[in-house]
């Protein structure tokens, strides 16, 4: 049997596939390595949502192959996808493997032989991550399960490449993410998360009303799981029926709805199917259904015919919604996409600047956010020790807590006090 080490760049959707694929690895007998020199196989599930992105795939290959030159590598996803020539002439990369075949990797990679390094010394042993290797057995990684219950896009926003290199929406069987998250509750997980490339439009494709909202009070009613969190939904999609949800405390109080830009032209540019002034009367209505709700968002800055006028409409309006925090994203033309094409490219260095204001804003709006629970007592749910000795955790509204405790805090759930700030994180006392 063969040593997998797994790496994932982007989404948490390629996190989610990335378990799934350990888990199918590890039911077949394989062992799963946290060290690529230890590794037989390296496996790297990709992005190529940017440039930027693309970049750091290459830098990791390269560094897999210098890390362990006897493994072979397997490349999946997005940036395999997009690139496979280019992608399969790295270095030790074995396998190249597209969005379309990706359910089949495990198959792939399992039935190929490959020679065994050397056993690794005990010291290495204990560092392999403690994922059981039996059949129904699940990845332990982690406290929080990535769910991954569909894949597509059905939109056509002119700066994307996702839409065409995952396909259309493709929803998976209700009955069967019920069945993974009662699994992942059995395994110890505190928390799932729902990942998807649309999570917004799941189930559109099995003709089901409501999908999404459906789907999470199944699993709210049919699972014993103490946290479900939704990843990003889109504007359009968050409709009462999902809203009405939130009167369940288990369901976190997070919600990311991509926005991308302030401004009403550049939106139009950017095909968005939801003004700006859409939006804010959205943020309102959930702002009222879910008080303390972190709502959570993503722009672009520097999008092509993006001036200094359409930057400070942007900037007035992401300043005005009140953000628990900005994911920025430069501009970055993508091969195939209208966006590419367009004129009024706005010169690098204008980016830059343009994506430093903006996440000065982001930081000021989510300390603005973390400062109104000082005092508070809340649940957090611990995840890792950090290398000063400090545990770290989450509410259940996404904000970063550190505590000082000698107690085993790992998965578990406990009442907090959050006393004061420390660069960026909140300091708890457990109660």
């Given at each position: ?17 990335l378990e799934a694929l350990a888990r199918q690895l590890a039911a077949r007998g394989h062992r799963v390595v946290d060290d690529p020199a230890q590794a037989d196989i390296c496996v790297v599930n990709t992005c190529a949502v940017t440039a930027e992105a693309e970049r750091k ?327 890792r020790r950090r290398r000063d000795g400090r545990w770290h955790g989450l509410t259940d509204n996404y904000l970063q807590v550190v505590t000082s405790c000698p107690a085993d805090l790992h998965n578990r759930i406990t009442r907090t006090r959050l006393v ?12």
């Open positions: 049997m063969a040593s997998f080490y797994f790496q994932s760049l982007g989404c948490r959707l390629n996190q989610s596939e795939t290459r830098h990791l290959l390269r560094a897999l192959a210098r890390a362990n030159p006897r493994a072979r590598i397997a490349v999946l996803g997005c940036a395999a996808t997009l690139r496979p020539e280019e992608l399969a002439s790295f270095p030790n990369v074995a396998w190249v493997i597209p969005n379309e075949e990706k359910e089949r990797a495990a198959e792939t990679l399992a039935l190929t032989p490959t020679p065994l390094p050397p056993s690794p010394s005990p010291a290495l042993r204990e560092r392999e991550r403690g994922w059981p290797e039996g059949p129904g057995e699940g990845v332990r990684a982690r406290t929080r399960a990535f769910v991954k219950i569909q894949d597509g896009c059905d939109n056509a926003c002119t700066y994307c490449i996702v839409h065409l290199l995952r396909g259309p929406v493709r929803s998976r069987p209700p009955e069967e993410v019920v069945a993974e998250i009662a699994a992942r509750v059995r395994e110890g997980y505190q928390e799932a998360v729902l990942t998807g490339v649309n999570i917004g439009a799941y189930g559109r494709d099995l003709g089901l009303k409501s999908g999404l909202a459906a789907l999470v009070a199944a699993i709210l009613a049919r699972t014993d799981l103490p946290r479900l969190r939704l990843s990003s939904v889109e504007p359009w999609d968050v409709d009462e029926s999902l809203l009405a949800l939130w009167a369940d405390p288990r369901l976190c109080r997070q919600l990311h709805l991509p926005l991308q830009s302030g401004c009403e032209a550049t939106l139009q540019r950017m095909g968005r199917r939801m003004t700006a002034a859409a939006y804010a009367h959205l943020v309102e209505r959930i702002r009222a259904a879910v008080p303390e709700m972190a709502i959570t968002t993503d722009i672009i800055v520097g999008f092509p015919g993006e001036d200094e006028t359409e930057f400070a409409e942007s900037l007035a309006f992401v300043e005005r919604m009140a953000f628990a925090r900005l994911h920025v994203f430069p501009f970055s033309p993508r091969p195939g996409t209208p966006a590419a094409w367009m004129e009024g490219r706005v010169p690098e260095p204008v980016v830059r600047e343009r994506a430093a204001r903006m996440r000065e804003l982001g930081e000021h709006l989510a300390a603005r956010y973390r400062r109104q629970f000082l005092g508070r007592e809340m649940d957090v749910l611990w995840e004061q700030e420390d660069d960026g994180l909140l300091v708890g006392e457990v109660i």
